[in-house]
């Protein structure tokens, strides 16, 4: 066949669907959810004029599902769906709707006939299922609704973000009506005083103020019963303005199990939204931009785009304008984070300090099995409550209702628990729900006699759920190591080698249980048979009883050439080992504990001074910082009272001085930063000191504080926050116009050895100190070359993938080697644009390189036509109007100038305008303009600040291209982003604006549909109609005060007064 013949014969079957589609056959499937084609012909009508043959419609039109039914597909369903209420509204959906017999229930139909014919459950009335059903039918009545121009006359309710609010909550809360369903009983008083903590209190409402309530209790008490009884209560209170919102955080869960403080924050902010349905669309619009701001975005960022920090000002911000600033956070099995992340528990700590410090009514319940140390204040026994047995009385009528419960269950009949029987019972096994529950599982099943062991039985189960899996550890071993006996082979034995290195003893059961578990694949042999291969190897071990040691004289040099070559791995075996030894009893178990803990750099205060004198000679294997405490800590040990008494201030200062330097309140700050003048070796109060003189606008001072950052994340031994540290005093440095300094102090971070061994690390710093060059002017020929083969050197050892997944590394490799290597330029195009808080300056000489380049080619403008670009004409002018729309595109404009190379590599000056947007990047930009910033991160049309009436009016111009430089324009667009996300949402903003829908392109992306809209509005004269849409429409309250924000009060009064 022919292409011709081929497009004829396509052609001819679009004629036909398009004829299918019209018919009543089709629209009376419109109004099934599925359909049977067997009962087709005795359930539907066919056109007189046969062009709604059942045959053809469901060869052309239809779906067939998994269960054999069939669906009508989504576009004729709202083809048909908009011409039935374009004839007559919703009592003609009714109509057609009665003219169908015989139809099968399922959710999809019971949502489908309450949308048509009215009706129906309430939202919190609908099952999972119907939910799910019911997004189906929002999606398709929407759309068709606004495209048969009755928006406002023809609602489609419930909306999609009160249903995907509702489908969000119960997933949420599915564990804790689980737990909660068998009841709460003899909890009341526990119950009664966590509703009590939740009350407000006038005054400070920091964690050190107004300290977290700690509940612990052992398990198998009942205390996840209590906690889940405590957040249902909460789930029913969500809409009382005193209570606020609620989150509840199981660490058990397997996507919290990471106790990540990004993770926890992002769930929180997930939980929040789905109450606050009218503002889901902000917090999703936030989501949206965290994401684009966080591409490109490396260590300079470390503090803002990249910091979870900023994204809890950004939820205090929107907790603070949407409920009040009341939130109540439950963080349930805790004992997972003080098990198995026990690093995390400072980060978390800081999380919840963040947010209790500018929320007024931000509460924070912790539960575990044994008290929360992090959130303990011994100031306030208020503040802690423990979970007890239950006492008789209680105990008797939970051991009745657990009968009652399980006699139903297994469909027999309820033994009767008399009272002389009941309290036999619970003087044998306590008091204890768990056991309670067991009993009255026996009472059922077998009879009372045989409790007599159940207190055992009950020991051996709370056993058993104290238990915990041992670590693992990984990689590879020293080349001369051989094995002798199979079937033990030399390459597993080498693997086996490398990772005992960081362990000081080796034993059958370590070598069992930690290493030979990390070693994918396994090796062969068995753990006994592995430990004699290794015991065998008298250069590298000595064996002293039953233990391997490795030899001194080797194992210190090795430690720190495989710390230098590896310090991933030699951190990861210190934590499995540290949670190897954890609770075991034995003395020289206790201090190998100790040891690894403080290679961690856990403060050696945590630990009895017999223990440190013990450890005092591994010295050099710890971190500078612990190192040196642990020492002067060995000299004087009272002394560790002090340095323990200086951390927890810090801990507990740092998140408050955060919290206040983000909200622009600078007197607060200083004043807490003062109340004690000491500092901890490692301590992270000096970043904030220089971010407190930065926002004070003293440079010196800033950069002061800077220099003494980085040497505490030095003594920290934190490569991360070290690198960092680094690039944020080399860029003090360049603001105070000392590119020299700059430039030393990021050779000099390359060099330390707290960088050893990180890649990536310091290959970031070194692109940095390439593009720092280059901006200063300092780079000469020879410096450039020996730069660029040191960072050549350092992409060969990363992988390929490392390489192209690091955004940050991919712009900052664009902006050091784009101008002799043009790919790296469009492989950052392609990944992060423009970025999402563009330099309007640089893009303003970008897009003149494009309109010059463009306006030489044959023909003009053919670039911006090759792109979607709105062209006028071929002429100068009109091709520069044409390219001025990629201002304000920022991540975006991948897709505009993605286009253009694929038709011809742009040209020497277009691609160094690219290039000098990531060469100077961030540049310039203090972290006191960051902080300064409130609302959506990077929009300017964010404020969070009370009222709006203080914002100048809006002059609405209606420019013919619209001009995108424009704040007040980029500002609108923002806002509808926010407000109307999909197709589908724009489409109904049109059509309530009465803007002629046939002039917009509804088939491309959501961010060009917006900007046609906006397009379409401003040539005929109706951005103010588009504005009263959305202060009228109630799906965009989200957006009303950021609206009102913007227009002013003049505006307003005139336009709509009602605001």
């Known amino acids: 066949m022919s292409e011709l013949e081929n497009a004829e014969v396509l052609l001819a079957e679009a004629q036909r669907r398009s004829l299918l589609g019209r018919s009543a056959l089709a629209e009376q499937l419109a109004l099934l959810g599925t359909f049977s084609p067997d009962r087709l012909s005795t359930a539907l009508a066919a056109d007189d004029e046969g062009e709604g043959d059942p045959r053809s419609v469901l060869e052309l039109l239809s779906r067939r599902l998994p269960s054999g039914e069939l669906m009508l597909e989504d576009l004729p369903r709202i083809n048909a769906l908009t011409r039935m209420l374009s004839r007559g509204g919703h009592p003609e959906l009714a109509r057609v709707r009665r003219t169908i017999s015989n139809v099968s229930d399922s959710p999809l139909q019971r949502m489908l006939d309450a949308f048509v014919l009215g009706g129906g459950p309430e939202l919190e009335e609908r099952d999972e299922d119907e939910l799910i059903a019911s997004l189906d039918v929002w999606g398709w009545a929407t759309e068709a609704v606004a495209r048969a121009h009755l928006v406002g006359l023809s609602p489609v309710t419930p909306g999609k973000d009160a249903i995907e609010s509702r489908l969000a909550l119960l997933n949420v809360t599915r564990a804790v009506r689980r737990l909660a369903a068998g009841g709460c009983l003899g909890r009341e008083v526990q119950l009664g005083r966590l509703h009590g903590y939740l009350r407000r209190h006038s005054g400070p409402h920091d964690l050190r103020a107004e300290p977290a309530m700690v509940v612990y209790g052992i398990g198998g008490v009942g205390k996840s019963t209590l906690v889940a009884r405590f957040v249902l209560d909460l789930y029913d209170e969500r809409f009382d303005p005193a209570t606020g919102v609620f989150a509840y955080l199981d660490l058990d869960r397997p996507t919290l199990a990471d106790c990540d403080p990004e993770v926890l924050l992002t769930d929180i902010t997930e939980q929040v939204a789905a109450q606050l349905t009218g503002h889901r669309r902000q917090f999703a619009r936030n989501a949206e931009v965290k994401r684009r701001l966080q591409r ?173 899996v041992r670590g693992f550890l ?359 644009g423009l970025g999402h808080e563009e330099d309007p300056a640089r893009v303003a000489l970008l897009i003149e390189s494009l309109a010059d380049w463009d306006s030489s080619l044959d023909p003009p403008g053919k670039l911006a036509s090759a792109s979607n670009l709105r062209l006028e004409g071929g002429d100068p002018g009109s091709v520069r109007r044409a390219w001025s729309a990629l201002s304000g595109l920022g991540t975006d404009a991948t897709h505009v100038l993605d286009r253009v190379w694929e038709q011809i590599r742009p040209s020497v000056v277009v691609r160094e305008r690219l290039r000098e947007i990531y060469l100077w990047w961030a540049v310039g930009k203090p972290m006191a303009a960051v902080e300064a910033s409130s609302g959506a991160p990077g929009s300017p049309a964010f404020s969070h600040s009370a009222g709006g009436g203080g914002a100048p009016p809006v002059h609405l111009r209606t420019d013919d291209p619209i001009d995108w430089s424009r704040p007040e324009v980029l500002q609108l667009e923002e806002l509808i982003l926010t407000a109307y996300p999909t197709s589908t949402d724009l489409l109904s903003l049109a059509s309530r604006a009465g803007l002629d829908q046939t002039l917009i392109s509804w088939a491309s992306s959501g961010r060009r549909i917006t900007r046609e809209v906006l397009g379409v509005a401003s040539r005929a004269h109706q951005l103010g109609d588009i504005v009263e849409a959305m202060l009228t429409d109630p799906e965009a309250v989200s957006v009303h005060w950021a609206v009102r924000q913007l227009m002013g009060e003049e505006w307003l009064s005139e336009h709509h007064p009602d605001a």
């Open 474 to 832: 990984y990689q590879r071993i020293l080349d001369h190591i051989t094995a002798h006996h199979p079937p033990v082979t030399t390459p597993d034995l080498r693997r086996l080698a490398r990772v005992s290195i960081v362990l000081r003893r080796i034993t059958v059961e370590l070598v069992e249980c930690v290493l030979v578990p990390s070693l994918a694949p396994a090796p062969a042999g068995t753990a006994t048979e592995l430990f004699e291969e290794l015991a065998g190897e008298v250069a590298f071990v000595e064996l002293d009883g039953g233990v391997l040691r490795l030899r001194e004289e080797l194992r210190v040099p090795a430690l720190v050439a495989l710390r230098l070559a590896d310090p991933g791995l030699v951190r990861h075996v210190h934590e499995q080992a540290a949670e190897f030894y954890r609770g075991r009893p034995g003395e020289e178990d206790k201090l190998e504990f100790a040891y690894h803990r403080l290679a961690l750099g856990t403060p050696p205060d945590e630990f009895d001074e017999a223990t440190l004198r013990r450890l005092a000679p591994a010295t050099d294997d710890l971190p500078p910082s612990s190192a040196a405490t642990l020492r002067d800590a060995v000299k004087n040990p009272a002394r560790l009272v002090t340095a323990r008494m200086l951390e927890e201030w810090e801990n507990s200062i740092f998140p408050v001085v955060d919290a206040a330097l983000r909200e622009g309140r600078v007197a607060e700050a200083r004043r807490l930063l003062s109340e004690r003048p000491d500092r901890s070796p490692g301590t992270e109060l000096y970043r904030l000191e220089s971010r407190l003189a930065q926002a004070e606008h003293d440079l010196p001072a800033a950069t002061d504080a800077a220099a003494r950052d980085l040497k505490a994340a030095e003594a920290a031994a934190d490569p991360t926050r070290f690198a960092a540290a680094a690039l944020r005093l080399a860029n003090l440095n360049e603001l105070s116009g000392l590119g020299s300094a700059a430039d030393e102090v990021l050779r000099a971070a390359d060099d330390a050895k707290t960088l050893a061994g990180w890649v990536l690390l310091r290959l970031e710093l070194l692109l940095n100190r390439m593009n720092l060059r280059e901006r200063t002017r300092l780079e000469n020929e020879e410096d450039r070359w020996l730069l660029e083969m040191q960072a050549r050197s350092l992409m060969q050892r990363a992988s390929a993938r490392e390489l192209a997944g690091n955004s940050a590394l991919v712009r900052l490799l664009a902006a050091a080697l784009g101008a002799e290597e043009p790919d790296r330029l469009r492989e950052a195009l392609r990944l992060i």
């Open 296 to 468: 490109g975005a490396g260590l300079e960022a470390s503090d803002s785009a990249g910091s979870y920090r900023q994204q809890a000002s950004q939820l205090v911000a929107d907790l603070r304008l949407f409920a009040g600033g009341a939130i109540a956070v439950v963080l349930d099995t805790y004992e997972q984070l003080e098990r198995n992340h026990p690093e995390q528990r400072g980060p978390v700590y800081e999380l919840f300090g963040l947010l209790a410090a500018d929320l007024p009514g931000f509460r924070l319940v912790v539960s575990g099995r044994s008290p929360a140390t992090a959130f303990l204040d011994p100031a306030r026994p208020d503040r802690v409550m423990r979970v007890p047995a239950l006492e008789e009385p209680a105990a008797l009528a939970l051991l009745r209702h657990f009968v009652h419960k399980e006699s139903e269950r297994a469909r027999r009949p309820a033994v009767e628990v008399g009272d002389e029987l009941g309290r036999e019972i619970v003087d044998l096994i306590g008091g204890i729900p768990l056991t309670l529950r067991l009993a009255a599982r026996v009472l059922v099943q077998e009879g009372p006699e045989v409790l007599t062991d159940l207190r055992s039985r009950s020991r051996a189960l709370d056993h058993l759920r104290e238990e915990f």
